[in-house]
């Protein structure tokens, strides 16, 4: 079993994505989606949001992700119309199709591709709805069982325990009690299960 945080917005995440369901599949491994609010885990964590980083820092990271983007032959506009869009609707919107008790791996990549590569606000009804529809969910459905109370409350106990595990950034997994912190890191998350079996 692999617990997998992640936030919805987070570019590194999108980057994961397609490398990280092909191990899923690879590997017939069991994971545990757990959108959290980043933002939060900055305030804890005393990191601070893109805007307000310095801006040598900002350089180097649109740089990295231009580089990982031609690297990976993944499409990624490193400087999107819509960021940092508010991840709270979208991080709801994916507990509530886990609920469901479905495959979330298209939703979860349709999500931040629609802020990467489409230029679309995933803070917005309209725009989520649309990207529940175009992943097999009925959109408006979906989007109503993510507006409701126990939605938001699991998005903050998921918080709450990725604080817990010492988790400060994504995309993490924790496998085996061990916690692999980047989209950069996966190859050592495949070594340690390779290993377990």
């Known amino acids: 079993m692999i617990d997998y945080y992640f936030h919805s917005p987070s570019p590194w995440a999108y980057l994961a994505g397609p490398r990280f369901n ?9 994971v545990k989606w757990k959108p959290i609010d980043l933002p939060a885990i900055f305030k804890i964590t005393g990191q601070k949001m893109v ?24 499409p990624i506009n490193v400087e999107p119309k819509y ?12 507990i509530a199709a886990i609920i469901l008790e479905k495959d ?5 990549h349709n999500l931040m591709e629609a802020v990467w590569v489409k230029d679309k606000d ?10 529940a529809n175009n992943s097999g969910y009925e959109g408006e459905k979906l989007y109503d069982l993510s507006s409701k109370p126990e939605v938001k409350k699991i998005l903050k106990e998921n918080t709450d325990e990725a604080i817990k595990n010492h988790i400060f950034g994504v995309p993490t997994w924790i496998y085996n009690n061990e916690l692999f912190w980047g989209q950069d ?10 290993k377990n079996n």
Do not use: C, H, T, Y
Not at 104 to 108: A, C, L, R, T
């Open 185 to 194: 890191r996966l190859d050592f998350l495949e070594r340690a299960i390779e």
């Open 83 to 94: 960021f940092p869009p508010d991840g709270s609707p979208a991080n709801e919107l994916i």
């Open 51 to 74: 805007k307000d980083r310095a801006p040598q820092v900002q350089i180097n990271r649109l740089n990295e992700l231009r580089r990982w983007g031609e690297f990976l032959k993944m």
């Open 122 to 131: 995933i803070a917005n009804v309209d725009v989520l709805i649309e990207i």
């Open 104 to 108: 979330v791996s298209s939703i979860v």
């Open 22 to 30: 092909a191990l899923i599949k690879s590997r017939n491994l069991k």
